[in-house]
């Protein structure tokens, strides 16, 4: 019997050996990055669109432009690009021999039958940021044409890692198995995905700037429950990853690096103006007046955030500050203005949908309780559906922000913008003001005031209250060395792990 | 029964235990310090003497959550008991009576309920039903009943095959005549002790669900909403989930001390029935008396 336990053993123990083989071991001596992230549930850059996961999907795509320190556009795949004398047309310019990691040429052509399929593909969360391209040509095989429907001097913004992570044509002729085996020409690529699981990269020598990726193998793991994320990577068994406010005391006290990372997120209270109470302006106006945004930055931001009633954090170039604090935190003239829209106390009863608990929905509920508005928080694990198709009346929202702060504008004031709940609602004027700071070149002393003129008009609009704007929060190991401080981004260029 | 309960030092401690607790469900959110939902901007602050167990993440006085949220539990507790008491024990009763049919019937659906885990179908059940504790625990009290059928069953048959009820039977009483003359006093006890654990059970489940989130909305004070709270802010308030921990030990382990006390306290008849109750968490068959 025991030699039968033993024999047993000895299988057991050469079994998980030749598991750990393969494709899912670490090689002796190789730079390996550990990170512990929500794993990705789309690798096809068009279906998973340009939300936060594209920092993810950034490991094994390129995308034609980056962005530096400043949220400048950079060259990436793309080397330069112009636009011609009228502002409606862009060419862009590929580096020479470009590939991707399945051995595809990486080429206008390329570039064109992802543009195109992501202007065209039935399941693209995309297609709404490509309005502005109204033809798509490869002229050569490294200059891509752009024809504009209308004059768009943030198409170099666009066309970065949220929008434009150029996928193998070849690849994408599946797109359901490239939503799951990634195929791109990033800095790294995909050998093992497990979804729920692990995915594990290696180096892509064939990248365009492999000479400065200093990592040889990334691990990505799904994340462990806040409470035990830091001791995790305490222990070593992670080397990065993203940090809840409330655990950068525990981690800076394990003496882990936190690394508090600009970027260009709000959040926000969105209100279908097309559903009741919210057609009533005066609801709308005493909702603002009820929301106390440093009760926000400091229970759910543990103070590392900022509060703004934007829909850019405050110092952005398309912050306004003649709009600040158009809305102060009043509860005696929110409950006036309820009055005077012909609400009693308690009377108004509305249902706060969100896709998962977060103490936001319940200072949300506990501001409106003091105006006398009693709100059930609904948790609804498909809220993205009835979101999306503008069906809530009141939810919560929190954008990652984009690089190009017009994309950001019309996603939140456009008519049929993703995060406007009250489509086809748009303010009055905002489309012109938009226009004109899309017409404005980046390089134009009018920029930042035609983009400030552009946020004016949006935050007319009565179906949104911004809140607050964090940081993005990252908790690492002392062995990774600094990220680079990209805004938004997450950038592996000179990025080191010791042994 | 209460009076030999009583009786017994074990009986007494777990009675003023879980009478503690009725009462706080009774009158918990009428004694709390504070509104158990009023937040404040003194966020995860240590216990002080305005504030007995300290603050949550939001600034809500702990020590008034707890309070506000035993009645819930206690609600929750007592539907898993009484729904698993009328749909267990009765047929359980019955089934040595009613003919083969209704036995082979309820033994099939027993053995069916047993083999379902509780949590997980209470979950799947508020996914199906809608976010709520009376629709878990009901799931909860359905697939409980199996074990206060057995007992139930098993006491009924071992006083059917008595002289006195052969007797009883021979003289043409009717069965109704005989459950309530004769069966009733020898199944209580061991029903008794299957009731004081049962409810262990559902305030442990109570405590689960809530833990996890599911059948309540926030902001509504539970034991076990307050200690998952806790545990995502522990490098602030390391102690904080001793307090939720505490309670729900403390109910759970008065309700196992009572089913112990009232096993003593019913005799020997009783201890041979209930110490072949079945187990919760195995689902394993248990042998009739």
Redesign the interface.
């Known amino acids: 019997m025991r030699k039968q336990l033993l024999s047993l053993l000895a299988a057991v123990t050469l079994g998980l050996a030749g598991c750990a083989g393969g494709t899912g071991s670490a090689t002796p001596g190789e730079s390996t990055l550990r990170w512990a992230v929500a794993l990705p549930a789309h690798w096809d850059p068009v279906v998973s669109g340009s939300g936060a996961q594209f920092r993810i999907l950034s490991l094994a795509y390129a995308s034609l432009t980056d962005i530096d320190e400043n949220g400048k556009a950079v060259p990436s795949l793309a080397e330069k690009w112009e636009y011609n004398a009228t502002g409606d047309q862009v060419t862009f310019h590929l580096r020479p021999n470009l590939k991707f990691s399945d051995g595809e040429a990486l080429n206008a052509a390329a570039v064109k039958a992802y543009l195109e399929r992501a202007k065209t593909q039935k399941n693209s969360a995309l297609f709404g940021d490509l309005t502005s391209i109204k033809e798509v040509t490869a002229a050569g095989d490294t200059d891509i044409v752009l024809k504009l429907s209308q004059v768009d001097y943030q198409i170099p913004l666009l066309l970065g890692e949220r929008v434009a992570q150029i996928t193998s044509p070849k690849a994408a002729s599946d797109p359901a198995k490239l939503d799951q085996s990634p195929v791109g020409a990033g800095p790294f690529v995909v050998t093992e995905n497990v979804p729920g699981s692990h995915v594990y990269l290696k180096k892509n020598p064939d990248y365009w700037d492999a000479a400065n990726i200093h990592i040889d193998r990334v691990e990505l793991s799904a994340a462990p429950?806040?409470?035990t994320l830091?001791s995790s990577l305490q222990t070593g068994v992670y080397d990065l990853a993203y940090l809840?406010p409330?655990?950068v005391?525990?981690a800076q006290?394990a003496g882990l690096d936190v690394v508090f990372q600009p970027g260009f997120n709000a959040a926000n209270i969105s209100l279908n103006v097309n559903k009741k109470p919210f057609d009533n302006p005066k609801v709308v106006d005493a909702f603002r007046y009820a929301t106390n945004r440093k009760?926000f930055v400091?229970?759910v931001t543990f103070g590392y955030g900022k509060a703004t009633d934007q829909a850019f954090p405050p110092g952005y170039v398309a912050y306004d500050p003649q709009s600040a604090n158009a809305y102060p935190y009043d509860v005696a003239k929110a409950k006036q203005l309820l009055a005077e829209a012909g609400y009693a106390a308690g009377q108004i009863k509305l249902d706060l949908v969100i896709p998962a608990?977060s103490?936001a929905?319940?200072?949300v509920?506990?501001q409106l309780?003091a105006i006398g508005v009693t709100v059930?928080?609904?948790?609804d694990p498909n809220w993205a559906t009835p979101f999306f198709a503008k069906d809530l009346t009141l939810s919560l929202y929190g954008t990652t922000g984009r690089e190009s702060p017009v994309q950001t504008l019309t996603a939140h004031f456009g008519p049929n913008g993703p995060l406007n709940l009250s489509t086809p609602y748009e303010p009055a004027g905002f489309e012109d003001a938009v226009s004109l700071a899309r017409r404005t070149p980046l390089d134009s002393p009018d920029y930042a005031r035609n983009l400030q003129a552009a946020t004016r008009a949006g935050l007319a609009s009565e179906a949104l209250i911004f809140t607050y704007s964090q940081p993005n929060i990252f908790v690492k190991s002392k062995k990774v060395s600094a990220l680079p401080a990209v805004p938004g981004q997450i950038h592996w260029t000179g990025v080191t792990v010791g042994g | 029964m209460l009076r030999r309960v009583l009786g017994l030092g074990a009986g007494r401690v777990a009675l003023g235990v879980l009478l503690t607790v009725v009462l706080l469900a009774i009158f918990g959110p009428l004694v709390a310090p504070q509104d158990p939902l009023a937040t404040s901007t003194d966020l995860l602050a240590a216990p002080s003497a305005h504030h007995w167990l300290g603050t949550d993440y939001l600034g809500r006085d702990v020590l008034s959550r707890l309070l506000a949220g035993s009645r819930l539990s206690v609600l929750g507790a007592v539907e898993v008991v009484a729904m698993a008491l009328v749909v267990g024990a009765v047929p359980g009763v019955l089934s040595v009576y009613l003919g083969r049919a209704f036995e082979w019937v309820t033994l099939r659906l027993v053995d069916t309920l047993i083999a379902l885990p509780f949590l997980v179908f209470a979950v799947a059940v508020t996914a199906l039903l809608g976010n709520g504790i009376p629709q878990a625990m009901f799931v909860v009290g359905l697939l409980v009943s199996p074990l206060f059928y057995r007992v139930a069953r098993a006491a009924t048959l071992a006083v059917a095959r008595s002289p006195y009820v052969e007797a009883a039977v021979i003289a043409g009483a009717s069965v109704a005549w005989i459950v309530r003359k004769h069966v009733w006093g020898k199944v209580l006890p061991p029903i008794a002790v299957a009731l004081a654990q049962t409810t262990g059970v559902g305030f442990v489940v109570v405590a689960s669900l809530t833990f996890l989130g599911i059948g309540v909305r926030p902001p509504a004070p539970t034991w076990g909403g307050v200690l998952a709270a806790d545990l995502g802010f522990l490098s602030y308030q390391p102690y904080a989930p001793l307090a939720p921990i505490v309670l729900i030990m403390a109910t759970v382990w008065a309700c196992n001390l009572l089913a112990d006390a009232l096993r003593d306290a019913s005799g020997v008849a009783g201890r041979a029935l209930v110490l072949r109750r079945p187990r919760f968490s195995g689902g394993s068959r248990v042998k009739e008396a």
Request: net charge negative; no cysteine.
């Open positions: 429950d806040n409470a830091v809840d409330s655990q005391k525990a006290a009760e400091d229970k608990p103490s929905a319940e200072i509920q506990s309780a059930t928080i609904k948790v």
